[in-house]
């Protein structure tokens, strides 16, 4: 098993639609190659690791390189692993939208995101690599 983190902005006209795209598109084409892991996305950036044979993840990740719904695309930590640490495909976001700015759910949505990362974080240095750089997002460390 191959894992592999990385981090990068969105470009500021993304909307929900090229989101919810990116979600359906990696949903289908990870589970025909046998790749697992967790995306998320908040505050116009992506952090992501994705984790199965090396070639699909190498692969993968130079097409992820290339899109241009992105830049600033920085490999965070790759290497090794044991098994798999998300079974299923997983992708954690959130709109704050003008109805939802004062009601205090963005601060809910952050704090479970940090909770999972308290909770998950661990077994392998490209995970915890992960989960530093999703407190950090959350933080405002990485903006």
Do not use: P
């Amino acid at each position: 098993m191959y894992q592999l983190s990385y981090s990068s902005r969105a470009t500021q006209d993304i909307s929900e639609e090229v989101i919810s795209g990116i979600l359906t598109t990696s949903r289908e084409r990870n589970k025909a190659i046998g790749v697992t892991g967790c995306l998320v996305f908040h505050k116009f950036s992506f952090i992501q690791i994705i984790e199965g044979e090396k070639n699909h993840i190498k692969s993968l990740f130079e097409d992820i390189r290339r899109d241009k719904r992105h830049s600033d695309v920085t490999l965070l930590w790759e290497g090794k692993n044991n098994g798999r640490n998300f079974s299923d495909w997983n992708m954690a976001y959130f709109t704050e939208s003008k109805e939802r700015s004062g009601s205090g759910e963005m601060r809910n949505f952050e704090r479970n995101l940090f909770l999972l990362s308290e909770l998950s974080a661990g077994s392998t240095s490209v995970l915890n690599m992960f989960w530093i750089s999703v407190r950090k997002l959350i933080s405002g460390e990485l903006i």
